[in-house]
């Protein structure tokens, strides 16, 4: 079935620095990618999108470019701030009687002043 | 515009009782999902719901199920509970459920199991 494999984290890193998070998924089809946000105590916000190969969703200085043939939506920001501190969940959504969004573990990020 | 609404925030119940989630989308949403995000396990998908038909359903036991009304609201019903069912049951609506649609999704109700 569908999947996605993210680094699970926890994700340390000064303020300022520069952010990758990397995910790849498995998804028959041509899926649409997306990124969510869930800050704690709440429920999860879209971030970005991208419905097609080479599209780059962007979205509060993150970034992530759809990359079909490495099945890759890497997320990155330049320079992450306290205020970013969260967890990131990516998510192919694809067509069809299965196309719900199918969410990994997560990456917890931790961002210190 | 109102978000997800999810009732009630939190619920305890014991175990072998039955409890019962509800969720209102977005105005004009059709497609409900349910998801169960339990510690350390990131998000579990458990049910879709579009034009009150279920349109997929996760990997979790019968005793998980559910409906979509007319007004396309939706509720969660998880019999026999068990401690391990303790989670924060998360919904979700779209507007419809082609692949490109963003889900909204609401704060969840935390359910403890005792």
């Known amino acids: 079935g569908d999947s996605v494999t993210q680094m699970e984290g926890p994700v340390t890193l000064s303020e300022e620095a520069f952010l990758t998070i990397n995910c790849t998924y498995t998804?028959?089809?041509?899926?649409?990618l997306f990124w969510y946000v869930q800050y704690p105590g709440e429920g999860l916000q879209l971030l970005l999108k991208a419905t097609k190969a080479d599209d780059k969703g962007s979205n509060k200085g993150f970034e992530a470019t759809y990359r079909k043939e490495t099945t890759s939506f890497h997320l990155e920001k330049g320079s992450v701030q306290v205020s970013d501190s969260a967890v990131y969940f990516c998510?192919?959504?694809?067509?069809?009687?299965?196309?719900?969004?199918?969410f990994g573990k997560g990456t917890k990020l931790s961002v210190k002043p | 515009e109102a978000g997800v609404t999810q009732s009630p925030t939190h619920l305890i119940k014991t175990r072998g009782q039955q409890a019962t989630l509800r969720c209102s989308p977005i105005s004009g949403h059709t497609s409900v999902y349910w998801y169960q995000q339990a510690l350390g396990l990131g998000l579990q998908f458990l049910l879709w719901y579009d034009e009150g038909e279920e349109r997929n359903r996760g990997n979790f036991p019968p005793r998980f199920s559910g409906r979509q009304f007319p007004n396309y609201s939706s509720e969660l019903n998880v019999n026999a509970l068990e401690l391990e069912d303790s989670a924060l049951y998360l919904c979700?609506?779209?507007?419809?459920?082609?692949?490109?649609?963003?889900?909204?999704f609401g704060q969840g109700t935390r359910l403890t199991v005792v």
């Open positions: 998804a028959t089809g041509y899926p649409s």
């Open positions: 979700a609506s779209s507007l419809h459920r082609g692949r490109g649609t963003e889900a909204f």
């Open positions: 998510a192919p959504r694809r067509e069809g009687s299965q196309g719900n969004l199918i």
